[in-house]
């Protein structure tokens, strides 16, 4: 019989015995101690084919990629809609919710920007709303005149009144008082100015530079005022002082007489403004001082006529 060849042995350690064939496509049949296992293999070992043949070499399966994930196709972004962000919305500058206290809402209405009022009429001693602080100054570019008609404050459709307005003037300026508005202020006053001036007096609105009269002051102030133009259907136009102070003697309405208007507003200037000059204002006082003792000389003379007792003739 032919001589059989033995089988490729291989001892403990995975080493082959002097001899025999190498046989690198097989790992070792006991792997030492404390040594990494092998990699996963596709099939498991088998055993060597007949004849000690070497059976077909094992393939090791590759190592997977770590998984990535696909990228998404773009996808058309409408334009009229906001790109979404990431980032947190800011923060409104001013929130009711900010304070733990009941009156929040009333503290940051404080934090807003105050609103200043230029009067130069009886506002200067009525302003009729409420204020945080005022301040007595001049506006340039505009003269004081009585040239504006009232048919419910100091006169009546049949004996308006007249009061003052504003006309553009360059070379001259306004006195009066600036009151200062804050927070809930702030929708009152202009409430109820525009029905006391823009509805029953006929006035607009604009915006002028106050300069007050503290010395203090670095820079004006923007205010609010509120004009009458010859476009307005109150409006009666230039007349003579001896004119106005005749119209005004004659006037009254609902808020008192015409006189106490003139008067009220000249002793203001000479007060609070001694340095300033207002020729107009003081011209119709004075033809109105002039008028009124004649006026009072008539009215007594006929009381005197009415209480002497008349003699019957023949």
């Keep these: 019989m032919p001589r059989r060849e033995p089988r490729t042995q291989r001892c403990r350690t995975g080493r082959p015995r002097p001899g025999a064939p190498p046989d690198a496509t097989r790992g070792p049949l006991c792997p ?17 084919g007949r004849g000690g043949r070497p059976g077909p070499p094992l393939k090791r399966r590759a190592a997977e990629p770590p998984h990535r994930p696909q990228p998404q196709p773009d996808m058309k972004r409408d334009p009229q809609q906001p790109e979404e962000s990431s980032e947190p919305p800011p923060r409104p500058l001013l ?37 945080t602080s005022r301040k007595v100054g001049f506006i340039r570019g505009y003269s004081r005149r009585f040239w504006q008609g009232d048919t419910f404050h100091r006169g009546s459709e049949k004996t308006p009144g007249r009061v003052v307005t504003l006309l553009e003037d360059c070379g001259a300026c306004t006195w009066g008082v600036a009151y200062e508005v804050r927070g809930e202020q702030i929708a009152a006053s202009l409430e109820y100015l525009n029905m006391r001036e823009a509805v029953l007096g006929g006035y607009d609105t604009k915006l002028v530079k106050f300069h007050p009269q503290e010395k203090d002051a670095e820079e004006p102030i923007l205010a609010l005022v509120y004009i009458a133009t010859p476009q307005n259907p109150s409006y009666l136009g230039p007349a003579s002082e001896e004119d106005i102070a005749a119209q005004i003697i004659v006037s009254s309405g609902c808020a008192g007489h015409n006189i106490e208007y003139l008067l009220r507003l000249a002793d203001f200037m000479r007060y609070f403004c001694p340095q300033a000059e207002d020729k107009h204002l003081f011209s119709i006082e004075e033809a109105l001082i002039s008028i009124l003792p004649c006026l009072y000389y008539t009215e007594e003379s006929l009381e005197e006529t009415a209480s002497v007792p008349q003699k019957s003739k023949g």
């Design 32 to 48: 030492t101690r404390g040594a990494a296992k092998p990699p996963a293999l596709v099939a498991s070992p088998g055993r060597a």
């Design 95 to 131: 929130s009711s919710s900010s304070s733990s206290s009941p009156s929040g809402q009333a503290e940051g209405a404080e934090l807003a920007a105050p609103v200043w009022i230029f009067g130069y009429g009886s506002l200067v001693w009525r302003p009729g709303f409420e204020f």
